[in-house]
């Protein structure tokens, strides 16, 4: 089934080490978006690639930073990990802004 | 430090009961709405969309209501189920401004109990 994908579903790294999550997709949507979700709270906007343009919401710590090497994958950086970016952080897709949204099922950050 | 959650406010109601979920959005500029529904340790789950031409939308046992003059959103659940317990999250979108595609802001999120 065409899905968006996660890896790793919880990932557990120590203060101030990089950390990367990543995300993939099958639908060949052409936006990707980040966003980090924290305990009780609603998810939040990080930045998002339009095909290859990166656009970054602004009050988004320069600690976080992404990559897309192609259509199907993006990564989410953390450069230097603190204990208030624990979180679960979600990637969602869509074909454009006329459609839809489709979100992975996050990936669980515990730091350390 | 340590940040703290927020707690989100809580709907109880009885199995079979109907349910009404609601949502004050922010932007008077926003052109499109989705209710989502997002159980614990998942991501999101699409429920039902509306635009903002509508102010009324039906789906399976859910149906959507806009305001937009008093910026106001709400979900109706009929007949719920237990597997209708979850937290559900309003989310808006800006119209779209020529720069590309925008992301979603999402409401604060309301938990819904079903009490057997």
């Known amino acids: 089934d065409a899905m968006v994908i996660q890896n790793p579903r919880y990932q557990v790294t120590q203060f101030g080490k990089p950390v990367t999550l990543s995300c993939s997709q099958t639908l060949n949507h052409n936006v990707m978006y980040w966003y980090q979700q924290k305990s009780s709270q609603a998810p939040k906007l990080l930045f998002h690639?339009?095909?290859?343009?990166?656009?970054n919401e602004a009050d988004t710590p320069d600690n976080f930073q992404s990559r897309r090497p192609n259509t199907s994958f993006c990564f989410l950086d953390i450069r230097s990990p603190g204990l208030g970016d624990a979180a679960m952080y979600l990637c969602?897709?869509?074909?454009?802004?006329?459609?839809?949204?489709?979100f992975g099922s996050g990936t669980r950050l515990t730091v350390v | 430090g340590e940040s703290v959650g927020l707690h989100l406010p809580t709907l109880s109601v009885q199995e079979g009961d109907n349910s009404i979920i609601n949502c004050a959005y922010s932007?008077?500029?926003?052109?499109?709405f989705i209710w989502y529904k997002q159980e614990s340790g998942k991501g999101p789950q699409f429920i039902i969309d509306?635009?903002?031409?509508?102010d009324k939308r039906q789906g399976q046992r859910v149906t959507v209501l806009l305001n937009k003059t008093v910026k106001h959103l709400s979900l109706q659940i009929a007949a719920t189920q237990p597997g209708d317990s979850a937290v559900y999250f309003c989310?808006?979108?800006?119209?779209?401004?020529?720069?590309?595609?925008?992301?979603?802001?999402f409401g604060k999120g309301t938990h819904l109990i079903i009490q057997p």
């Open positions: 932007n008077s500029a926003s052109d499109y």
């Open positions: 989310a808006e979108r800006l119209s779209y401004s020529g720069g590309g595609a925008d992301g979603l802001t």
């Open positions: 969602a897709t869509s074909r454009g802004h006329s459609a839809g949204y489709t």
């Open positions: 690639y339009y095909d290859k343009d990166f656009n």
């Open positions: 509306i635009r903002s031409n509508m």
